[in-house]
């Protein structure tokens, strides 16, 4: 399900899995926790764990946790109501026990909840969270935009190959690349 | 009339035939040439060919290697094949001086006779002569008696020629015969004592040469290469490189850029044969060889979208990704095509001694192969250099590699990288050898003087 | 190494024209002084700065070089926010670097030459100014300027632009990625066009002036992290190895006249608002095509009440670009721009012809960027999840392209540089520019380049194109001190020597006459070496 090259960097190996709201929540927070490298932020927010099942069924790929842990402080500064508002899209998704996006995303009413899941999925496949040249950018080689388009064409900043090995015959849009 | 033309015919043919015998023997002279790596030293930088000038770091001071071209004012010209010989196997000059051991008699020692006459065909018809002498070889007292070599010689030169061993193929014995001399391997591979002879018991297991380190090449699995094929050996060899495993920086890469691609492809894989037999007799530790260690690994989610100003994320994962990743990945992984390799799995940045690895940033990495050039610039003070990083920062960002991608035992202060960029360990010889010619002097001088005394009072 | 108040040749100026001069000068055993407005940055702190932005930035080039409050350059926030006063029917909203080694930290490489009726506009179509020489006194030159500079392009003469050459490429040209090598069938195919490498300042696969060769980072615009694009910062270190003295954060406010009118020293502040005085014998001023003619309007004096070197009044004036529109396109089958660098090949041809007597020129360009951050935003826009989210944004990337139709100008009097009454951290007013592109490009885009934009179109198969509403900049600043023989209308000779003081040098876009389509860079850089010739003979004359 992954592909094999230009694999995603040091991010924690949790693999995509079926996640089982009901009990998961405590061992997943004791795998997550100890899993997290040393330098990741001291004080882990309580919302964390949260935070990434919610993002993991937003967003149905292989997600950093530390890339996760720096959106979430950035969403806990903007939001006040961020927590309960966490708790209503995990709700909404074990209530149609979603196991991907498609699953629970049209249940989710218009307003401020919905705008914070489009926020999620926003900071994860841009590595900020708005469209403005002030944002704060917690991403860039770990954005999404750029897995979706890996097997073709290079993050920019990083070589494609040794020099002058970069013809290649077009690669069909579909499939997309796992990951 | 006609016995006058079958005359003329049949000169002409033994003249033709002679012309293509000498043109053989010279094109044999000329292979012998390019295995024996001759060029390396010989010729300078932008330089005549065999015209030398090259000056060769040596931990006892810096050798010039001479004109050998056929020049009969600056170079060799005047040289019989009797000298040629003595010069290429017994180290000793035209003029009965004696060569220094950069230049690897010890390991041309081993050419047959005819091999010899090939090279001395070679030097005096198939070379251009250059009438221009590079500059003497100086080194420190006392070092620069020569006659000192003859102690030296007497001691750790071999006879010359080579015997073939009647048990192993023609394959091992023609690989024998060319590591032990013409590609003379274990000139930079084998450790050298206290007096820089070879250690003969500790024979490819590894060596400092200048600011890099010639790894352990015997076939043992763990410290050499016996997890490599022949194959992987001849491969190696052609390109410079095995991907995901190894290649081939400083000397090694002039060495397969001159002399190892050019190489028949039979010659190579008798190398190979023959190298896969030798043993480490040396103990060698268990675990992992230097081929399979570390992983990919990234630090970027720490501090990707903080400005340059703070602190976070260590220091050399961010003179990593500023620095390295662009080529070699923002996980150390290469590029797919593996030209760029990967840093992982990688033996340079898995040896225990990790000068390979602070060399190659130093000074980068420059091979010329058929396919193609390899460059990776250097980051020490030279005008080129893409960045020029500093003693603390080489330190700190080889620490980072060796910890996430290599061997994460081993680390690098910044006097060691401030011995690399001079040119690596600097032989205690000529400190000692001058301290001991001091020591002997001031033994003569109070002998003297006691000498003095005794007369004064005897009178 | 020179003494700072005493160098007989003073460059003010590290970017590739002044880098070009000092090598020269050098290597003819001639010590230099280096004076730059900017800081020394290394490379890894602006590809790092680059990777630091977020995704909406990084389309600004500019923005992984924050400029310093001494030496303001435009930008969109920081301390040079505001810096120009652009008035007039179009924007002139240029872009460049005030860093040691100059804009060329940010170009894409691109490197085409004038043709020869490029530089004869008027004397063919009646419009125009002619160069003050032809193309065969600036051809070797041009040679010169691209053995430096390390150019890489095509062997076979149908594909080198102009075909006039008098030595091949130093390196072959490099490879197309998928999306180029469609265009290139499909406008021969269905238009006849011929869609040609461009001749860039890459390595192309060789190491060349011991800098690595292009791995297809695609990231040249804004900065190349591995040095295969030339740079003016790559020669700054190979400066010093052979003497050359660069003070940076060193801003030249002043260039001072002695009684015979000759430059005898120049002024410059230093980051903490103090101001030193260098004398010399020579000067080059090569600050670019803007500050080069700000500096020039700074220092008028009793002697030189309209400014510096312009008793001709056309300082600051004919400020010219290549204003441009750039077509994106929706097609139906995949391009994938994005592999190899950002700007690899053009469709030059179009820029020739009679019609130039009555409407610009215009060269067309695939844009080789990764369309990534074009096209995410707004997929997200869409409200789009999951997999649907992941196609749109896939789909994008691949299947649309930018198109730029990058026209010619003429010198315009009325396109002017003054000074205006704002005044930077150091007191320094700020540069006012009046643009209007002028009829002569407005018809182009009427009549000739937007109609072959929208047969690229359809060639292409695109569903669906937009066009930039507005002519925007292509950042090739030129003719704020133009060249000429006549001293009564022009700045500088064809030395680039400033028509009223003898030992004062302007080279760079400032001197060129025409514009043409192509980038302006390669034919600065000939002109340097042009003026580079002069000024060793007059050094050492003296």
């Known amino acids: 399900m992954r592909h094999s090259h230009n694999l995603p960097p040091g991010e924690v190996h949790l693999s995509r899995r079926q996640i089982l709201l009901s009990g998961a929540v405590i061992m997943a927070g004791g795998l997550l926790t100890s899993a997290l490298p040393r330098f990741a932020f001291a004080d882990s927010s309580l919302q964390f764990i949260p935070f990434m099942l919610l993002s993991r069924l937003l967003v149905n790929h292989d997600l950093d946790d530390v890339v996760g842990q720096r959106m979430l402080a950035l969403l806990e500064a903007e939001h006040s109501s961020l927590a309960e508002h966490l708790n209503q899209l995990l709700a909404i998704a074990r209530a149609h026990k979603a196991e991907v996006v498609e699953d629970f995303f049209p249940a989710i009413p218009a307003g401020p909840v919905q705008d914070l899941a489009r926020q999620i999925i926003f900071g994860w496949y841009t590595g900020s969270l708005t469209p403005t040249r002030s944002a704060k950018s917690f991403a860039f080689e770990q954005a999404l935009t750029w897995r979706l388009t890996q097997d073709t064409i290079t993050i920019p900043s990083y070589g494609i190959s040794g020099p002058n090995n970069w013809q290649r015959a077009n690669t069909p849009v579909l499939p997309i690349p796992q990951f | 009339m006609r016995k006058l033309k079958q005359i003329a015919l049949s000169l002409a043919l033994v003249s033709g035939a002679a012309q293509a015998a000498d043109d053989a023997l010279i094109k044999k002279g000329e292979y012998l040439a390019t295995a024996s790596d001759c060029t390396a030293c010989h010729t300078a930088e932008h330089g005549q060919p065999f015209a030398g000038g090259n000056a060769i770091a040596s931990p006892v001071g810096t050798i010039i290697a001479t004109n050998i071209t056929p020049s009969a004012s600056a170079g060799i010209g005047r040289y019989t094949e009797q000298q040629f010989s003595a010069a290429l196997r017994q180290g000793v000059r035209a003029d009965g001086a004696r060569l220094y051991p950069a230049m690897p008699y010890t390991a041309y020692a081993t050419f047959t006779d005819e091999d010899v006459h090939a090279l001395y065909a070679y030097f005096m018809s198939g070379v251009k002569p250059v009438d221009k002498a590079p500059p003497q070889t100086h080194l420190p007292f006392p070092l620069n008696l020569r006659m000192s070599m003859m102690v030296w010689n007497a001691l750790f030169l071999n006879a010359p020629g080579y015997t073939p061993n009647p048990a192993q193929s023609a394959g091992w014995n023609r690989g024998r015969y060319l590591v032990d001399g013409a590609t003379h391997c274990s000139t930079c591979h084998t450790p050298r004592g206290f007096l820089m002879q070879e250690k003969q018991d500790a024979a490819f297991t590894g060596a400092q040469v200048g600011p890099w380190f010639a790894p352990n090449i015997t076939a043992n699995r763990v410290s050499g290469i016996g997890e490599w094929s022949q194959q992987d050996l001849i491969t190696y060899l052609k390109t410079g490189r095995l991907a995901g495993k190894a290649q081939a920086a400083g000397s090694m890469a002039e060495a397969v850029t001159h002399s190892f691609q050019h190489l028949s492809e039979a010659d190579r894989a008798a190398i190979a044969e023959y190298m896969g037999s030798v043993e480490d007799r040396q103990s060698p530790a268990s675990g992992t060889s230097r081929f399979g260690q570390g992983s990919a690994f990234s630090q970027v989610n720490a501090f990707r979208g903080e400005p340059r100003s703070s602190s976070a994320g260590e220091e050399g994962a961010r003179l990593f990704s500023g620095n390295c990743a662009s080529c070699h990945g923002s996980s150390g992984q290469g590029t797919q095509d593996a030209f760029y390799p990967s840093l992982f799995h990688n033996s340079a940045t898995a040896e225990n001694n990790p000068s390979n690895l602070i060399a190659a940033i130093l000074f980068g990495v420059q091979r010329h192969t058929e396919e193609g050039d390899v460059y990776m610039p250097p980051f020490g003070a030279q005008p080129n250099a893409l960045n020029h990083l500093d003693d603390q920062q080489i330190a700190t960002l080889s620490g980072w590699i060796l910890q996430h991608y290599g061997n994460a035992e081993v680390n690098v202060s910044p006097a060691q990288v401030a011995e690399i960029r001079r040119g690596g360990p600097a032989s205690p010889l000529v400190m000692l050898a001058q301290a001991g010619v001091g020591a002997g002097a001031l033994v003569v001088i109070a002998l003297l003087i006691a000498w003095l005394i005794r007369r004064k009072r005897r009178r | ?542």
Not at chain 3, 377 to 383: I, N, P, R
Not at chain 3, 442 to 468: C, Q
């Open chain 3, 1 to 542: 190494m020179a003494d700072a108040s005493q160098s007989p040749v003073v460059i003010v100026g590290t970017g590739v024209v002044g880098v070009v001069i000092a090598e020269q000068l050098l290597d003819a055993g001639i010590p230099v002084l280096m004076l730059e407005a900017g800081p020394r940055v290394t490379r890894a702190d602006i590809v790092e700065n680059y990777r630091n932005l977020p995704l909406a930035a990084k389309g600004n080039p500019i923005e992984c070089y924050p400029s310093r409050e001494w030496a303001p350059h435009p930008e969109p926030a920081g301390a040079g926010k505001g810096y120009l006063q652009l008035s007039g029917p179009d924007s002139y909203a240029q872009s460049y670097v005030r860093y040691a080694g100059g804009s060329t930290w940010h170009w894409a490489g691109t490197c085409w030459r004038l043709t020869p009726a490029d530089m004869q506009l008027h004397s063919r179509y009646g419009v125009g100014r002619d160069w003050a020489f032809d193309y065969a006194t600036l051809e070797p030159y041009y040679t010169r300027a691209e053995y430096q500079l390390g150019i890489c392009g095509p062997d076979d003469p149908a594909l080198q632009w102009p075909p006039q050459r008098s030595k091949p490429y130093p390196m072959p040209a490099l490879p197309f990625g998928p999306g180029e090598a469609r265009f290139t069938e499909v406008v021969r195919d269905k238009l006849g066009l011929r869609n040609i490498p461009t001749a860039q300042a890459r390595n192309s696969g060789t190491s060349y002036d011991d800098r690595p060769a292009c791995c297809g980072n695609n990231n040249c615009v804004p900065v190349c992290p591995v040095g295969a694009k030339y740079d003016g910062a790559t020669a700054l270190s190979r400066l010093e190895a052979k003497g050359a003295t660069i003070l940076d954060n060193a801003v030249v406010w002043r260039i001072e006249t002695n009684p015979q009118n000759h430059i005898n020293a120049v002024h410059y502040f230093d980051k903490h608002r103090q101001s030193h005085r260098v004398s010399g014998k020579l000067f080059i001023i090569a600050c670019n095509g803007l500050e080069t003619p700000k500096l020039l309007l700074m220092s008028a004096d009793a002697r030189n009440p309209n400014g510096i070197a312009n008793r001709s009044d056309q300082v600051g004036r004919n400020m010219m670009d290549h204003p441009q529109i750039t077509m994106t396109v929706t097609l139906e089958e995949p391009y994938w721009a994005g592999v190899g660098p950002v700007v690899n090949s053009g469709i030059m041809e179009t820029s020739q012809g009679d019609f130039r007597a009555e409407h610009a020129g215009a060269y067309f360009r695939f844009n080789n960027f990764a369309r990534n951050r074009f096209v995410t935003f707004a997929a997200l826009e869409k409200g789009l999840v999951g997999n649907a989210l992941d196609e749109e944004i896939r789909r994008m990337t691949a299947c649309t392209a930018d198109i730029v139709l990058a026209h010619e100008i003429l010198p315009d009097a009325s396109n002017r540089l003054t000074l205006s009454d704002k005044k930077d951290w150091l007191g320094l007013p700020k540069p006012a520019i009046h643009y209007d592109v002028g009829e002569y490009v407005r018809r182009s885009l009427a009549v000739y380049s937007m109609p072959i934009a929208h047969r690229i179109a359809e060639a292409m198969g695109a569903t669906h194109k937009t066009f930039s509403k507005q002519f925007n900049q292509s950042k090739h600043i030129m003719g704020g001190t133009i060249m000429g023989h006549d001293p009564a209308n022009s700045v500088v000779d064809a030395d680039c020597r400033a028509h009223d003081h003898p030992n004062l040098f302007l080279p760079g876009g400032g001197a060129m006459a025409s514009t043409a389509c192509g980038n302006s860079t390669l034919t600065m850089v000939a002109l340097a070496f042009k003026a580079a010739d002069a000024i060793v003979r007059q050094a050492q004359e003296a």
